[in-house]
Nanobody, 122 residues
Framework: QLQASGGGLVQAGGSLRLSCAAS????????MGWFRQAPGKEREFVAC????????YYADSAKGRFTISTDAAKNTVYLHLNSLKPEDTAVYYC?????????????????WGQGTLVTVSS
């Protein structure tokens, strides 16, 4: 089970930290990813990380502003959102992807948590 939290309403330029707590199984052989879906748009990849934190991948829209990290002891993945813009408004989801699955890091996710809403006001 994946439980995302930490969303909320924030002004442009502000920051939020999203959390994704994993329970009931071990995800050591998985990448943990964050996606988002804005109103009227398709879901898009944001970032992913392996549990050791040694491999990270970011969408171009996230580079330089968002940071993904893990706390393996807490089975939790974080997405730090900085310098938020109104266009970052979306429901943010966490998901898992087996490390050995072929293909790009933005695809192949098959276990999803519920989303957490981030709203950025101008």
């Amino acid at each position: 089970q994946l439980q995302a939290s930490g969303g909320g309403l924030v002004q442009a330029g502000g920051s939020l930290r999203l959390s994704c707590a994993a329970s009931a199984r071990t995800f050591s052989n998985y990448f943990m990813g964050w996606f988002r879906q804005a109103p009227g748009k398709e879901r898009e990849f944001v970032a992913c990380i392996n549990w050791s934190g040694t491999s990270t991948y970011y969408a171009d829209s996230a580079k330089g502003r968002f940071t993904i990290s893990t706390d393996a002891a807490k089975n939790t993945v974080y997405l730090h959102l900085n310098s938020l813009k109104p266009e970052d408004t979306a429901v943010y989801y966490c998901a898992t992807r087996p490390i050995t699955r072929p293909g790009g890091m933005n695809i192949g996710y098959d276990y999803w948590g519920q989303g957490t809403l981030v709203t950025v006001s101008s």
